[in-house]
């Protein structure tokens, strides 16, 4: 059957293309995670709120603070 297109899921990479659409960081959101792997969220990431306080360029991965009971990347 297939991964429908922007769908979360498991698959094998080797059969199935890993689509998505880069785009132009412009706006800043607060988020909550539970876990990352490497340098990306292992669970979706939930809205906080919006961050018209912030430059999209002044926000970087080392400022990520670790979720409970997690080391820092």
């Not at 412009?26 to 306080?53: K, N």
Request: glycine share 6%.
């Amino acid at each position: 059957m297939g991964r429908l297109p922007g769908a979360a899921g498991r698959w094998d990479p080797r059969q199935m293309t890993q689509d998505w659409i880069p785009v132009a960081p412009r706006r800043v959101v607060e988020v909550a995670y539970d876990h990352l792997d490497g340098r990306r969220f292992r669970h979706p990431a939930r809205f906080v709120r919006w961050r018209p306080d912030r430059e999209a360029r002044s926000c970087t991965f080392e400022q990520l603070e670790p979720a409970r009971g997690e080391a820092h990347p």
